[in-house]
């Protein structure tokens, strides 16, 4: 077992000739500067000059940079941005809609509400440039309703960029007209989902689509949609400012760049870090101080409690898309969250559970009821009631909610409960120590697993 | 279906042996089981719609916004409940005079939503995160004191309840939130979605017994704060007016130690991303 709490590696110790630095500032470089959010602070530092690049270019030229860049979505699913962007039709017979996805609530994440709040021009004019390149003359922010500062900031931003004629009509004397809705969800959390946000923004239940059609064919409106992340967004000046290969110099081949690690829980200093994708966590550590009061690692979550948990034996995990993959969890929104040893596995897995069945947003069985159904076995074994035949109970519901919800909801539901009992099977049991001597509740009818007793 | 029902289908029980249902079972008193007071089974839905007098221009000015007024709705019911602190009957049919829905529709999307309020909100909602991180780091400690410390009689305020006359000066809404995206300032609360970071249950009573006495403290992160129906207002998309308040919402403070610590240490110790090539043109496509 590694000591989590004494890194091997020193960062700064090893060759840094083509190797980038530890912690790159891309994203969060301005977060430092005085009002960072204003409009002249914002063009002091670089603001508004990569949206007079981008339209001196064609729309195609901004595809094609995107696409060499290999930017690949920041909102979990890793899609690659340049690619999406180009499955947007050429011509204009209906109008294009770019919408960004800023309902950030995976249990864990809390990277762009910063970026919103002390960068949003970087947003703004990324949705400029993005909404030029794929011929969208109207494009929404769909910000979760509980996150009212960046609301404010972005509806700010709004304002100081259409006075100063880097949004409205003609921009920059182009040609190219965009108007940005900030537009307040409500509370669900299903609406990160880009279907589901799709027909809330469209002022209906936030429930998810079948797809195909996808959005790009026949999304808001049934017109033709893009959705992106707000960090995917506001990667996008920086890009046309620095070129793919400057993009390159950070990342790994096929996760290029830097991304926003947000790093929770038992460590000495949480916080933001921007680091070169393929960042590990126990470089992640060695930046927030390691472990609080060198209490040992337990668990962790690569990107949200969407992505299977791992443990101290994955401190070398390359974080980048491929990587995480790799070692059997998803990066997600790299949303690194830091349990130590005194945190109850079951116990956070019943919690997250209550989270995924109070979300559900109830249109496909699988999910409404599987979540029920797994949330009612965990707080029965956590009550101490539980029997080692819930285990298995607890699996089969979940084999039957992955793959088949009509949505991510689901699949990400069962990765806490199925990675959990994976690493700490031995938790799970512990809690039907008094039960086991039992033999007719060891092999209680499964009719009646789950059943609140 | 006609009367050839045996009613074997519920295991040999009268009901569906009849014609129909009713003729089986007879009337029921509605009104007489109900577990719900008699005057909230509304059966004539004619609410007076004057309270949102004020409110017509800018439910006007919602719709504008969008290429599809249906889209105005989630904002328009914000906007309501700036003026009711909930989303009753009444909001409900304005919301659908106004977007030309039936009032069912705009139920159906008021219920589904966790930031509307079907019970009237305090002068400040207080929501403490209780999603599993904040809770490992004392979440549920702070919401479990909160609770007992609003409580009256020796009975814990619960989930959406509230202490005081609701929307009257002092009068806070208790509720437990799902993840509000600030787990790197852990345990978190917010009071009426401004940011209070960092709490603990010590800290939360004071926060709770501040605003009870009237006060404001101010957030962590967020604007100078007001009271549920202002936010609500904003939500809405309509801010303040007066441009020195304008500026004082959105100036208010969003940096955290935590937020820049990536950023600070970066800049302690000379890292920084490579810089830009000299020239970085945009790589050149075929013309169509």
Known sequence: MTTPNTPSQNPTAEPTINKPAPVTPVLTKRWLSPTSWSLKTYEQLEGYSALRKALGGTPEQIVELVKASGLRGRGGAGFPAGVKWSF???????????????????????????????????????????????????CFIYVRGEALHCIRRLNAAVREAKAAGYLGRDIL???????????????????????????????RRGQPRLKPPFPAAAGLYGAPTTINNVETIASVPFIVNGGADWFRTMGTEKSPGPKIYSISGHVTNPGQFEAPLGTTLRELLEMAGGMKDGVPLKFWTPGGSSTPMFTAEHLDVPLDFEGAAGAGSMLGTTAVMVFNETVSVPWAVMKWSQFYEHESCGKCTPCR?????????????????????DIDTLLDICDNILGRSFCALGDGAVSPITSGIKYFRDEFLALCAKN???????TASPALAGAHS | MTG???????????????????????????LGISPVAAEHLVTEFVEDLSVFDGIVAKARAIVLRYPDSRSALLPMLHLVQSVEGRVSQAGIQFCAAQLDLAPAEVSAVATFYTMYKRKTCG??????????????????????????????????????????????????TLEHAECLAACDLGPVIQ???????????????????????GEKPAPTRGAPLRDFRTAELELAGFWPED??????????????????????????????????????????????
């Open chain 2, 243 to 288: 441009e020195a308040d304008y500026r004082a919402s959105v100036d208010g403070p969003s940096a955290a130690v935590e937020t820049l610590r990536g950023a600070k240490l970066a800049e302690d110790r000379g890292w920084t991303a490579k810089p830009y090539p000299a020239k970085a043109p945009l790589p050149e496509v075929e013309k169509k």
């Open chain 1, 173 to 203: 004397g182009s040609g190219f007209d965009l108007e940005i809705v900030v537009h307040a969800g409500a509370g669900a959390y299903i609406c990160g989902e880009e279907t589901a946000l799709l027909d809330s923004l469209e002022g």
């Open chain 2, 191 to 213: 009071v009426n979605y401004e940011y209070f970071d960092n709490q603990t249950a010590d800290s939360a009573v004071a926060l709770v017994d501040a605003l009870r006495a």
């Open chain 2, 123 to 172: 002068e400040h909602l207080v929501s403490v995160c209780t999603n599993t991180l904040c809770a490992a780091l004392g979440g549920d400690d702070i919401y479990n004191k909160l609770g007992e410390h609003l409580g009256e009689d020796g009975k814990k305020l619960g989930h959406n309840e509230t202490v005081g006359e609701p929307g009257a000066p002092g009068s806070v």
């Open chain 1, 88 to 138: 947007m039709p050429p011509n204009e017979d209906k109008p294009h809609y770019l919408v960004i996805n800023a309902d950030e609530g995976e249990p864990g994440t809390c990277k762009d509400i910063p970026l919103m709040m002390a960068d949003p021009h970087s947003l703004i004019e990324g949705c400029v440039i993005a909404s030029y390149a794929m011929r969208a003359h109207h």
């Open chain 2, 4 to 30: 050839s029902n045996t009613g074997s289908t519920y295991g040999g029980s009268s009901v569906g042996a009849g014609t129909t249902h009713q003729e089986t079972v007879g009337d029921t008193d509605v």
């Open chain 1, 369 to 389: 009821e599987g979540t029920y159904w797994l949330t009612g076995i965990l707080e029965r074994m956590l009550d101490g009631k539980g029997t080692p035949g």
């Open chain 1, 436 to 442: 086991t001597g039992d033999q007719n509740a060891a």
